[in-house]
């Protein structure tokens, strides 16, 4: 079948399969969060970006194999309240920015910087530090070899937006630039957006929007 992005709270999760990664997005409530279990093809090794809620869906979805590790994209709640239990449960390592981590009341082992390599077996992830919606927040890139790249956005990008930055001008100021010149600058339209929350999106879809975005200021 073919991958949409599309999922809701208590559905099966949609699965992209690529040539060396498989990537499975699930929404777990109560507040409509994706979560997505990466897998390497070569290895099997897999990873989760954001134990969300909903503890027995995400070890579910992960199954007997396990994962090695968990990238929190940002510190808020809504984006960690499984993952204690899932590491429990998994002993993956955690992950997360560095300027985020100590709002996340699960010890990161891992504090990503702008720049670092994330690996899930033999596939690399580039993390961006992405400032605004978080002090912290972080997106990951997979510049797929055989197509094109796939984003992780947390809640730094969706359709029709980047992230809520509570009215605060200089907040939105950055997460804009950043997002911009980190994310749609070196990226090329088919990059493919797995955001936070909501159904995926491209970047070509939402280019042409960024003056819109900055002119209104949200």
């Known amino acids: 079948m073919t991958y949409t992005g599309e999922v809701r709270v208590g559905g099966p999760a949609d699965v992209h399969e690529l040539q060396e990664l498989m990537i499975s997005k699930v929404a777990v409530g109560p507040m409509d969060n994706n979560a997505y279990l990466l897998r390497c093809r070569a290895t ?6 954001d134990a969300a809620a909903d503890a027995a869906t ?5 199954g007997d194999d396990g994962i090695a590790s968990v990238v929190t994209t940002h510190r808020h709640g809504d984006h960690w309240g499984a993952l204690g239990e899932v590491v429990a449960a998994t002993g993956a ?3 997360a920015g560095r300027y985020d981590a100590e709002g996340i009341p699960v010890a990161t082992e891992v504090l990503v910087e702008d720049g670092d390599t994330v690996r899930v077996g033999r596939v690399p992830l580039t ?3 992405l400032v605004g919606h978080t002090p912290g927040s972080i997106a990951l890139i997979y510049d797929d070899p055989h197509g094109h790249p796939h984003v992780f956005t947390g809640d730094c990008l969706f359709p029709g937006g980047v992230g809520n930055t509570r009215k605060d001008p ?3 100021a950055s997460l804009i630039d950043d997002v911009e010149t980190k994310i749609f600058e070196p990226l090329p339209d088919e990059a493919w957006v797995y955001p936070g929350h909501g159904n995926d999106t491209t970047l070509g879809a939402e280019r ?9 200021g949200w």
């Open 44 to 49: 099997d090794e897999q990873l989760l970006i």
């Open 58 to 62: 995400l070890l579910t979805l992960i």
């Open 170 to 172: 200089a907040a939105f």
């Open 208 to 216: 042409p929007h960024l003056p819109q975005w900055r002119a209104r």
């Open 93 to 95: 390592r955690t992950y």
């Open 127 to 129: 993390a961006r530090h």
